[in-house]
């Protein structure tokens, strides 16, 4: 894996990307059917379904039912990807899947387009806002938030070799988006990934805006404050020893994502670590609960102070009080 | 095409265990159940589970009404898919028999529901699978017909009927009511059947109790559609006090009410 590739890969962004790594588990795998609501375009399916149109099926505009036929062809031992984008399954399929994939524990895969701020001038009604919070209450219910195409790749492999149950894979970014990964390194389920092994403080993210943390991570270097990066990548289940030995060691913990204050990562860590947060300066960069403006994704970033810059001042200010 | 007089015997037998089934149940477990809308399925479950429904069969049979699992819990019981004794945990505390099917493959229990409007699209997903590996079999799937205002079970409408899914059969179990008392016109047994025919289903109508009737129904297979029974039903069939009163589509049967009702069957 060069870093030629992987720049490509940034280039063409998660969504194409997803189709195209979708092209290779297809080779592997007999029992595979891939499915879209209308969005196997916009998920970079078109080749993939070109490929194997016996895997592949459209089912229309209609999330719900999407939910259920996945779930009929799970219990029939298909391995099953969906794909839709962020909102619309994981809020208005939202029981459905419970039913489905909770419930009666169907392992389906969804694969969730255009979370975060991702889809730009779509608005608010196409965001990712709080679709982690939504989805983390399913219980079984796997959530994974890659940062960058490579750990798309590894996370989408490990699901297709595994036996993981169902899952929520939320893709972030747009083509373009900085790389987190810049060589190949080791993916292992549930073991979030430390990304640079600094002393000064604790930032703790997930999903695609570790590119603006790593920029941010660069500028605070220069300002010689070293930080420490995990990349939480499996929000659920979470690896509560290997994050605790870290969080204990740091004063200073900072928690970035690209999602709503409440139900996040955020949550999730002040929720598991509660006792461990009390004697620290904690500080978090998320969205607002409330519907933001529109704007391009690099305008929303900013706007949010989740841009690489921001994050740097963000972190600066905290560090100095 | 008329039955066998055996036939028809058999399914008049198992309806009446079913039946008998539906009450004891209710009444030992001594809190409220779904009476009324577990016997408007009777003499449907009878015929699916004598003829079509066997123990790791390739027929498979969805209860979308997942209220209606006091019904389907004694079909079980009577074909021996489920012991007494598990029968008696019915509605106990702790126990996977409740008011709604909980999945239990090995006891002939093939999904969880209670959300309504859910079953058809799950169903279609096993007749999706059954076709791309050629598997023989019918995916039978009972809708009540409140539940038909869901607009997911709509959804699933149009897909089967895109796929193909010939080998997916539809149940309406057809009472006029709902949980709040008679369900409204635009649901009501004449325009569900206009609503399936539009969404370009193979549909069939007839009278949900007739044994003969149903026997034929289920036996339909169209070359390339879905096909759909809307079947009229009355809600507490054969229960003279309970019939079309809608207080016993929830509720709890006394010593007294119970041993009337069983004198009435």
Redesign the interface.
Known sequence: MNNKILSQWSRMGPRAMFGQFMIDIGKKNKDLMVISADLGRSSGLDRFKAAFP?KY?S??I?E???????????????KVFITSFAPFLSMRAS??IR??LG??KHPVNIVALGSGLSMGFLGNSHFGLEDVSIMRTIPGLKIFSPADSLELKKILFDLSNNKRGPSYVRLTGIPGSPIVYEKDYKYKFKKPNILSNGKDCLILSTGSVLGQVKVASKLLKKSKIDPCIINVHTLKPLNIPFLKKYINNFKYIITIEEHTIIGGLNSVLSQNFISEFNNKKIFNISLPDEFGPTGDYEYLLDYHGLSGKKIFRKIKNFLKN | MKIKKDNLKKYSLLSSQIRETILKASFECNERTHIGGALSMVEILAVLYENYIKKNGLNKFILSKGHGFLGLLSALYCKKFISKKKLSSFQKNGSELIAHP??DIKNGIE?????L??G???????????K??KKKGKIFVLVGDGECYE??NW??A??AT?LNLNNLFLIVDCNNFQNDGKINKQMNWSNLVKKWKGFGWNTIKGDGHNLQTISNALKKIHKNKPTVFLAKTTKGKGVKFMERNNDWHHNRLTKNLYLQALKQI
């Not at chain 2, 999904?111 to 959300?115: A, F, K, L, M, V």
Request: aromatic letters at 8%; one cysteine or more; glycine letters at 14%.
């Open positions: 016996n099926l089912v229309g209609c719900q039912n999407l939910i259920g036929i996945a779930s009929g062809l799970a219990r029939e031992g298909y029981e459905h039913m489905n419930y009666m | 909980i999945v999904s969880s529901n209670g959300s409007g859910q058809l699209s799950f169903a279609s997903g096993i007749a999706l699978s059954y791309k590996r607009g997911s959804e699933a149009i897909t895109e």
